[in-house]
């Protein structure tokens, strides 16, 4: 089992910056891919941003340049540096793990809002 607890959200003025931070625990040697997804009021969970053990990070085209995921192996922590945030990108955002056996684990999320 892996747990997943996030950390960072809140509110911010548009064109501001949050950073997320996610802490794994558990069987953590069997995590291959880790990464952030996001659910905004009436839609479904999205991609934000994800890495691959040994692989480069890919991003939804929608943050392309404003955010920035980071993995530390070392401290099994993966960050989220949002710049540059919108009024859309307001929303539940949750940290993801996948497993080598398949398995999907979330976090419990952490909100995020921007609004003047």
């Known amino acids: 089992q892996v747990q997943l607890v996030e950390s960072g959200g809140g509110l911010v003025q548009p064109g501001g910056s949050l950073r997320l931070s996610c802490a794994a625990s558990?069987?953590?040697?069997?995590?291959?891919?880790m990464g952030w997804y996001r659910q905004a009021p009436g839609k479904e969970r999205e991609l934000v941003a994800g890495?691959?053990?040994?692989?480069?990070?890919n991003y939804a085209d929608f943050v392309k340049g404003r955010f920035t995921i980071s993995r530390d192996n070392a401290k099994n922590t993966v960050d989220l540096q949002m710049n540059s945030l919108e009024p859309e990108d307001t929303a539940v955002y949750y940290c993801h793990a996948h497993s080598r056996n398949a398995m999907d684990y979330w976090g419990k999320g952490t909100l995020v809002t921007v609004s003047s």
């Open positions: 890495v691959i053990s040994g692989g480069s990070p």
């Open positions: 558990g069987t953590i040697f069997d995590i291959d891919a």
